[in-house]
């Protein structure tokens, strides 16, 4: 089982819709979960911690389910400025190396 | 706002030479990453570094590669002998610790050919 699993889309969306992306990750003792985003051949960077409480920072909300293994993204009211790969990242097993998805890309469209 | 700086931002080596990446990681920062990633691939862990020794390494981080904190602000990567295999993107990294984020450079492109 892979350690973090997202959909690579490309999800294709018009300005001001709001989109979901989904991810699991197979290690339960993960404490440490994230959201970052990558635009083409550049670094990640981050876009959120994400907490079990849940998170939002403006557009964007986070939401984690440590029963199910499950981190979502959402984001509302899509702008041309979000399209970029969004890359859903979890803590190891050592507690230190973070492990990344493949990513999720998104193009928003005017 | 603080950041992680990287240099080179593209090295071409020949196969089998050595290549040194360079990293300042932020500075009130105690740990430190190199991460990869393979063109068309996902960003892979190699190595973390906290109190001047290796904390954790994943299987990619073979003989070939060695870290070091030469002085208070510099943390390198030295591949010892490229192969063509380890052309990728680079990416350094920098954070607190804990359950704190990483953050990262913006990648040293080195190209074996």
């Known amino acids: 089982r892979k350690e973090v699993e997202q959909d690579p889309g490309p999800f294709n969306v018009p300005e001001g819709a709001t989109v979901a992306f989904n991810c699991t990750y197979s290690?339960?003792?993960?404490?440490?979960f994230f959201w970052y985003r990558q635009d083409c051949r550049k670094e990640p960077k981050l876009l959120m911690s994400?907490?079990?409480s849940g998170n939002e920072d403006g557009r964007f909300t986070a939401q984690l389910n440590r029963a199910s293994q499950y981190i979502s993204l959402l984001i509302r009211d899509s702008k041309l400025s979000d399209s970029a790969t969004y890359l859903c990242v979890v803590n190891g097993q050592a507690g230190t190396a973070l492990i990344f998805g493949k990513g999720t890309t998104l193009s928003v469209s005017s | 706002e603080p950041e992680v700086t990287q240099t080179p931002s593209h090295q071409v080596t020949q196969m089998g030479q050595e290549v040194i990446l360079r990293c300042v990681p932020i500075?009130?920062?105690?740990?430190f990453y190199w991460y990869r990633q393979i063109l068309g691939q996902k960003v892979e862990f190699l190595v973390s570094f906290y109190n001047n020794e290796i904390s954790e390494k994943s299987e990619i981080f073979d003989d070939q590669f060695s870290v070091e904190r030469p002085d208070g602000s510099n943390f390198t990567l030295k591949i010892r002998s490229t192969k063509l295999e380890d052309s990728a993107m680079y990416f350094c990294?920098?954070?607190?610790?804990?359950?704190?984020?990483?953050?990262f450079g913006d990648g040293t492109r080195l190209s074996i050919l």
């Open positions: 290690n339960s003792a993960s404490q440490s």
């Open positions: 500075s009130n920062h105690l740990y």
């Open positions: 990294a920098s954070g607190l610790g804990g359950n704190q984020p990483q953050h």
């Open positions: 994400v907490y079990s």
